[in-house]
Structures are given as structure tokens and as C-alpha cells.
């Protein structure tokens, strides 16, 4: 059959809805790939607060050992402190017993911790109270808090007791492992379950004179570790290296009895886990994941005691660090899933719709100029190549307007990230030299710490030796009145009497010299911590002080221009956590600023008025709210114009000549703060008159305010 083509009809084209053709193929696509990147970046983030937790489960755990060492180390100077006092008063030839059981009663009263006093001396060599032949004066502290001290004759089996012979072995102070003894001394005789630190102490001939031993109260430490690690949940644990309980607070008797930790629970394994981490020197501190024998899983942290090798650890159920966590982060998927369902179906009807009546006119346009022309009505009805070529012709109009617009829109996002890819490629060059400073003054300060700590080291060996050379000249003045001729013009040709009298000042003036230079080198170690990926908790103070000591140069007086004035008003702030080495970035640019500012405007206002004090204030105080530390950094120098004012804190602004700023300073500042600390970051300034930039960083950022 022929078709009679003069006779067909091309029917009218109709209206497309694209909203119903693609847009929900459109939603259903965005909403998988949205949800598919939420729930791997809920995991991520889930991961990221466990490692926050596991932080703050380590920082509870280093905040008590650090309080520990500290307490020990204070016991530990009491005891060395009783063993000088000893051998002083027996290198003044005291050989008498009751001064020294007055020593030990007077020493046991203003030493808070020790429950017990007293030293013995070597049977066979008695060089302090020779008449005693098992001298061991003594002093303890009964339940009553009553000291009671007494010296006589000991029992001969003390002095092959492990407490005396140990310390003698070793040559140096030990702590010995607790022991449970039953002490007569007390009416009525009382159980004591203790410690001690015993160190042997030597004249100065290196001749053996005793072993001091200062008693440690078990109860003390299972008091003083008795609270929570975390979230009002967890204990510590304090064991000795052979495993015996020295504090354990959810049954204080069991340390009280001596128990071994291995014994409670399946805790053997995790002992012997604990013990090859810390045997292997690869760390001190770490996080064990444990389930003990009623199935409950747990989380257990270590740290090594410096002082005598105890290992605190810190137990916490593994529900309390990873259950809020866990159901923050299903509770907050599931709501970002929500959430992200109706804005993705508003946005992409919106879209769709929009894009459907963008494109509906142009296709309206194509079927007009398709029928006003019969030349065309006649080419799209040839069913061959021709008819195909000008349907394809009437597409290709629409998609080449859709993708035009398209273009645009991907140009303008490609400037955006090019933009975006200066500015980190400048704020990392930023960064890296910051950071290369930071390494150059931690060298620095290192070189000098090794010398400096010999000199500060032997000073005081130094002086005790010259004391006594003065005190052997003394004597030889006193015993030869009137020497020999040759030896009296030798003294009055040195001017032996000027040069005792300066001996003492020079060795003062070193002692203080020295002094300074390891509060520098302190200063300089601190400002070094830019490579610190960690927060910490960190004296905010005491950065500002390494900044300022860095720029101490900048604020002296020079031929041109006065000295800047620095004017610190510090106030009670506790320990801040954040990135200290970012922190210090940003006082050190502002600090700079501020003396760049005053060094501008000073040698103008100096000719004009001879009163003009250039002055930097600083200020650190608590917020209202007690949540937040607020340090305020002030100048009296020219200060800034509304205009500039508006985009101080904009990348690649500033008002310094070329090759002076690069624009990236307060931009960086301002990401430290408020991107990288949740903080706030603000500048208050006069034309003129005065500037002030605001700091205000939040007390904690991985852990709740509990208390302050």
C-alpha cells in the first residue's frame, strides 16, 4: 500500500512535565548519594568522639598521676630533707640520742602524709649514736593523729629487714612493696598496712651513716583516688610492679589485706597485657579493652608512676564512654536523614518546577516555529534521514540552552574553588613557617638546656665546697692567730677579707643568672609546641610569656623611638584546653600587630607630645558565665578606620606596604578561634586613640563543664 503524504497530518506536539518525568528519579538519586555520605560521615564522626572520649578517659587518668607524682614527690623531699637535717647535725659532732628522736617527732608533725618517722644506723659501723648499738629513733602518728617518738635499743632482726638492707644494696632511694604490721608503739597496739621511702644517707667522707624511712598510710591513697574517672562513673586502681594492691576504692580493704590485682576477677591476662605494653618502652600510658568475668566490657587505662614505677590505671564500663556517643550518633542520623528528605524533596520540586517552566517556553517556541513553517511540517513527516535530522534538530535546541546555563553555573563554582585554593595554599605557607620557628626555637632551647642544667647542677656543690674552704680558712685563723710573715703579705695582697665577702655575691649573682636562663629556656620550649595535633589542657598565662619573651627585642628602647610599655593584668584562670601551639600563633600575630601599630605611630606623636607613652595592655579574666577565658590585648597606637575595620578579618587585607604583610594574619587568627576553638574573636577600635582585639576561648572542648 502507498501512504498518500499530502493527506498526513502532523499531529500537534504536547506539553511535557518534566516534574513528572525526572523529578522523582531526580529526588530518589540525591536522596541515596545524601544518605549514603551522611551514614559515612555519622561513622566517621562516631569514630572521631570515640577517640575524643578515650582522650578524656587518658586526660582524667594523666590529671591524677600528675596529682600523685606530685604528692610523692613532696614526701619523697620530706624524707630527704630529715636525712640533711641528720647528717648536719652529725657533721657538728651531735651524737646525742634524744636530739635526734627530736628531730624525727618535729619532722613527723609538719609532714601531712607520713604516718611514720625514723632512721637506724649500720650495727657494725655506729657513727651517729655510737653508745646505741640498734639506734633506731622513731616517731609514728596514731589513729588520733597523736605523734609519739621514741628512741632505745631496736630488735637486731630490724636491721636485716628489707627496708634497711634495700636501699643499702642499691645505693639510692627505694620504695618497698606494702607491708602489714602490727605496731606496739600505740596503747592499744594498733594494724598498720604502709608503705615507705627509705634512702641511705652518707657523710661527707662517703662513710654510711643510715637508711632513713618515712611510712605511706595505704588508706591515704585509697582516699585520695576515690572518685570518678568519667561522667560520674569509674574508679582507679593503684597497684605496685609485683602486682599488689596499693589503692583500690570499690573495696579499700582488699588493698588493706594485700591483695594481689591479678586475683580480682580474670584480671591476670589483663595484668600480663599490661605489663608487656609498658615492658615494650613504646609508651607509658594507654587503653585496654577488657570484658571480665561477669561479661560486662570495660575500658581500662594505665600510666606508669615516675617516682617508683606503680602503675595507676583507670577503669570505665565501656557502655559510659561509647553509649551516649553511640546513640548521639544514630539519634542524630536519623534526624539529619529526615531532615535531609524534606529539604531534598522542597529543593528538588522546586527545581524541577523551575526548570520545567524555563525550559517549557523554549519547546513551546520549537513547535511554533515547527508549525507556522509547513516546510518544516513536511520535513519532520518524511520518514527518513531528513525527518530524523530536524526532530533531532528541535532536541538539540532545548539541551543546548540547558547545558549553557549549566556551564555557567560550573565556571562560577570552579572561580569559588580557585579562590578557595589560594587562599589555603597561602594560610599553609602561613603555617609552615610558623611551624619551622616553632622547631627552630625548641633546638635552640634544647642546646642550651643540656649546658645550662650542668651549671645549674653543680652550683650548689660549688658553693657547699666553698662554704667549707671559708670554713677551713676560718679555722686556721682562729687556731694560728698570727701566721707567717709571707702568709700575712699573701692575704693583704689579695685582700683576702674583700674576697670572701665578693666570693658570696658572685656565687648569688650566678645562682640568679642561672636561674634566668632556664626560665627562658622554659619560655622558649613552650612557645615551640606549634606541632601539637592534640589539645591539651594548657596555663593560657604562660603562653602569653613565651610569646612576649619571643618579641622582648621589639618592645626595648631604641635610638628612634621610646620603649613600649607592657602592662599585665592576669587574672585566676584554670587550665584551658586547647591546641597551645595554634594559641600562641595567634597572640604572637596580634602582639605583632600591636608593636607594628605603636612603632608607626609613636615617632609621629613623640614630636607633638613629649608625654606620649606607647603601651600594651593585656587582661585575662572568666567570662560571666565562668565558661569561657576572655583575654583582651590593647594598644594606644593609631588604631582603625570603620572601613578597614569591616574586613580586618578578610584574607589578603592589609594596610602594610608591600613586602610587609601578607594580609593572612588575623584571617588565621580568626580560624584558630572561632573555626578551630568555638571561640570568639573580635576588634574594638578609635580612630587615633586606641585598639582592642578580644579573645574569648572556651574552657573545655571535649568535656563537659563539671566544675571549676
Not at 560521615?41 to 582524667?60: D, N, P, R, T
Not at 569591616?646 to 587585607?653: E, V
Amino acid at each position: 500500500m502507498r501512504t498518500n503524504l499530502l493527506n498526513f497530518s502532523l499531529p500537534r506536539p504536547q506539553k511535557v512535565s518534566l516534574l513528572k518525568s525526572v523529578g522523582w528519579k531526580l529526588f530518589l538519586s540525591v536522596l541515596g548519594g545524601t544518605l549514603v555520605g551522611l551514614l559515612c560521615g555519622s561513622y566517621l564522626f562516631y569514630q572521631e568522639l570515640v577517640k575524643q572520649s578515650k582522650a578524656e578517659l587518658l586526660s582524667s587518668l594523666e590529671v591524677q598521676a600528675e596529682s600523685l607524682e606530685g604528692n610523692f614527690k613532696t614526701f619523697e623531699n620530706t624524707a630527704k630533707l630529715v636525712a640533711d637535717a641528720a647528717v648536719t647535725l652529725h657533721q657538728a659532732g651531735e651524737k646525742r640520742e634524744f636530739v635526734y628522736v627530736e628531730l624525727i617527732r618535729r619532722s613527723l608533725q609538719t609532714s601531712p602524709l607520713g604516718t611514720g618517722l625514723g632512721f637506724g644506723q649500720p650495727p657494725e659501723k655506729r657513727l651517729i649514736i655510737p653508745e646505741r648499738k640498734y639506734a633506731y629513733p622513731f616517731a609514728i602518728r596514731d589513729k588520733s593523729g597523736k605523734v609519739i617518738a621514741k628512741g632505745g635499743e631496736s630488735e637486731p632482726g630490724d636491721f636485716q629487714e628489707s627496708y634497711f638492707r634495700d636501699p643499702i644494696k642499691a645505693g639510692k632511694p627505694i620504695w618497698i612493696e606494702p607491708v602489714r604490721y602490727k605496731e606496739t608503739t600505740v596503747d592499744p597496739p594498733e594494724i598498720f598496712v604502709s608503705t615507705s621511702y627509705t634512702l641511705p644517707f652518707y657523710n661527707n667522707k662517703k662513710q654510711l651513716l643510715g637508711v632513713m624511712a618515712l611510712d605511706l598510710e595505704l588508706g591515704f591513697v585509697s582516699k585520695k583516688l576515690s572518685q570518678p574517672v568519667m561522667r560520674d562513673s569509674g574508679y582507679f586502681v593503684l597497684v605496685s610492679p609485683k602486682g599488689n594492691l596499693i589503692a583500690y576504692p570499690p573495696n579499700p580493704k582488699l588493698a588493706l589485706d594485700l591483695k594481689p590485682f591479678p586475683k580480682i576477677s580474670n584480671y591476670a591476662k589483663l595484668w600480663e597485657k599490661i605489663n608487656l605494653k609498658l615492658k615494650s618502652g613504646a609508651d607509658n600510658t594507654g587503653i585496654i579493652s577488657w570484658q571480665n568475668k561477669e561479661g560486662k566490657q570495660e575500658f581500662w587505662a594505665y600510666r606508669k608512676i615516675a617516682n617508683n614505677n606503680w602503675i595507676l590505671l583507670a577503669s570505665v564500663p565501656k557502655w559510659v564512654v561509647i553509649g551516649p556517643l553511640l546513640r548521639f550518633s544514630i539519634v542524630g542520623t536519623l534526624l539529619a536523614a529526615m531532615g535531609a528528605s524534606a529539604v531534598l524533596a522542597a529543593v528538588v520540586f522546586l527545581f524541577v518546577r523551575g526548570l520545567n517552566r524555563r525550559l517549557q517556553p523554549i519547546m513551546d517556541e520549537c513547535n511554533l516555529l515547527a508549525e507556522a513553517s509547513p516546510q518544516s511540517e513536511e520535513l519532520m513527516n518524511r520518514e527518513d534521514e531528513i525527518g530524523r535530522l530536524t526532530i533531532s534538530f528541535y532536541n538539540l535546541l532545548g539541551q543546548v540552552t540547558v547545558n549553557e546555563r549549566r556551564l555557567r553555573k560550573e565556571m562560577e563554582k570552579s572561580a569559588k574553588a580557585y579562590q578557595a585554593l589560594q587562599e589555603t595554599q597561602a594560610k599553609l605557607i602561613q603555617t609552615e613557617k610558623m611551624s619551622s620557628l616553632g622547631q627552630l626555637v625548641a633546638g635552640v632551647a634544647h642546646e642550651i638546656n643540656n649546658p645550662i642544667n650542668f651549671i645549674y647542677g653543680n652550683l650548689p656543690h660549688a658553693a657547699d665546697y666553698t662554704q667549707e674552704l671559708l670554713r677551713l680558712i676560718e679555722l686556721y685563723q682562729q687556731k694560728y692567730p698570727n701566721p707567717e710573715p709571707e702568709i700575712q703579705e699573701l692575704e693583704e695582697e689579695i685582700d683576702l677579707e674583700f674576697l670572701i665577702t665578693d666570693l658570696r655575691k658572685i656565687q648569688s649573682s650566678m645562682s640568679i643568672g642561672a636561674n634566668r636562663i632556664r626560665e627562658i629556656v622554659l619560655s622558649l620550649r613552650n612557645f615551640s609546641r606549634f606541632d601539637e595535633a592534640e589539645m591539651k589542657d594548657v596555663d593560657i598565662h604562660e603562653g602569653i610569656d613565651s610569646t612576649l619573651l619571643i618579641l622582648q627585642n621589639r618592645l626595648k628602647e631604641t635610638p628612634a623611638n621610646l620603649a613600649i610599655n607592657l602592662v599585665k593584668e592576669y587574672g585566676n584562670l584554670p587550665l584551658v584546653e586547647c591546641y597551645a601551639g595554634q594559641l600562641n600563633q595567634v597572640f604572637m600575630n596580634i602582639l605583632s600587630n600591636a608593636i607594628d601599630a605603636l612603632e608607626k605611630f609613636r615617632s609621629k606623636e613623640q614630636k607633638e607630645n613629649h608625654n606620649f607613652v606607647p603601651t600594651i595592655l593585656i587582661q585575662t579574666k572568666l567570662s560571666e558565665d565562668k565558661s569561657r577565658a576572655v583575654i583582651q590585648i590593647k594598644d594606644n597606637g593609631c588604631g582603625i578606620s570603620n572601613e578597614n575595620k569591616s574586613k580586618l578579618f578578610d584574607p589578603f587585607f592589609t594596610t602594610k606596604p608591600v613586602g610587609k604583610g601578607t594580609g593572612l594574619g588575623l584571617s588565621i587568627c580568626y580560624q584558630i578561634v572561632v573555626d578551630k576553638h568555638k571561640g570568639d574573636l573580635r576588634c574594638v577600635s578609635e580612630l587615633g586613640k586606641v585598639t582592642e582585639f578580644i579573645i574569648e576561648i572556651p574552657i573545655y572542648q571535649t568535656k563537659p563543664i563539671s566544675k571549676m
